[in-house]
């Protein structure tokens, strides 16, 4: 196999990835016809067809899954140890992809990467929001960010965020037509503001647990969906039915008296957000560097 083949199998993992030329090509920082080429070679090369392509969407061929299945977890592990390669030069350097919600990203991340990154000029920071609490190795995300909770199994997590509570909120304009619920089992016949997850396309399903009980998971339905938690946020706001959101969002509002918050003691605390990693995967300098930027400190603690 020619030894350019590995742009080219780089190339194809990417557009599989992103599922489009056009994303595929700025993400490479190539033209889409430089990509299309360097895909064309490696299919000729190989002796067949790895992308189907349609005037919507790409998408691999049963080979084509098939080679993405075995080989896009080795090339972000290739990828994560050229970047390591920065450990060697003067200055950390390197492009790290961070993939996480809307909500830690504002909170958590951006308020410490604006203060980090003026002080390290060659590492370059990537945020991509997401709900889907994506593979980070097959996706070739340097990290990602979740709840205790929900970490998978062979990643190291590292604390970025104080526990956090999720808060049950509704306007009064809804509390003025609509009794409170007195349990979560009677949310099933309020109006409630969803938030839409992408990994299977469902309904996040409300998690309930008051203090030495059992679980309560409670799906609920409304009007309105959206696939962000500060549009949810709006959605209760504007009245049109309850929502569940991180306390840290919905407190300025209840404060203000525009939300009233409803079965507070039928809301757990979490482990707050972490930042997780493979452990298989030597961290580079500048991956280093910002685990210790985002290191959750409790006040009074350095």
Not at 84 to 103: E, M, N, Q, Y
Request: charged content about 20%; proline content about 6%; hydrophobic content about 40%.
């Amino acid at each position: 196999m020619p030894r350019d083949n590995y742009t080219g199998l780089l190339a194809f993992v990417t557009v599989a990835q992103e599922g489009s030329f056009t994303r595929a090509a700025a993400r490479l920082g190539v033209s889409q016809s430089a990509l299309s080429h360097t895909i064309k070679t490696l299919e000729a090369n190989l002796g067949i067809r790895l992308l189907t392509r349609t005037t919507r969407n790409v998408s691999p061929t049963q080979a084509g899954e098939r080679l993405y299945r075995n080989i896009s977890t080795q090339m972000a592990e290739i990828d994560a140890e050229v970047q390591a390669l920065s450990d060697f030069r003067d200055k950390p350097a390197g492009t790290i992809r961070v993939t996480a919600t809307d909500h830690a990203i504002r909170t958590i991340l951006w308020p410490r990467l604006a203060a980090f990154l003026p002080r390290y000029p060659d590492i370059k920071v990537e945020l991509i929001c997401d709900y889907g609490l994506s593979d980070i190795s097959a996706e070739r995300y340097d990290a990602g960010v979740r709840f205790g909770e929900q970490l998978a199994q062979g990643m190291i997590g590292i604390r970025i965020g104080p526990d956090e509570r999720f808060a049950l909120v509704g306007s009064k304009a809804y509390f003025s037509r609509n009794p409170s619920p007195g349990t979560p089992h009677e949310l099933v016949s309020h109006q409630c503001v969803n938030l839409r997850l992408p990994t299977h396309g469902g309904l996040y399903v409300w998690e309930f647990k008051k203090k030495g009980g059992k679980a309560i998971n409670v799906r609920t339905n409304g009007q309105l969906v959206f696939n962000s938690m500060y549009e949810v946020l709006e959605g209760a706001i504007a009245g049109f039915g309850l929502a569940y959101v991180p306390e840290s969002l919905a407190r300025p509002h209840i404060t203000a008296g525009r939300l009233v918050r409803v079965l507070e003691e039928w809301c757990p605390l979490w482990s707050g957000y972490h930042l997780y990693y493979p452990n298989r995967r030597q961290p580079s300098q500048a991956m280093r560097l910002l685990v210790e930027a985002l290191r959750y400190r409790p006040q009074g603690v350095k």
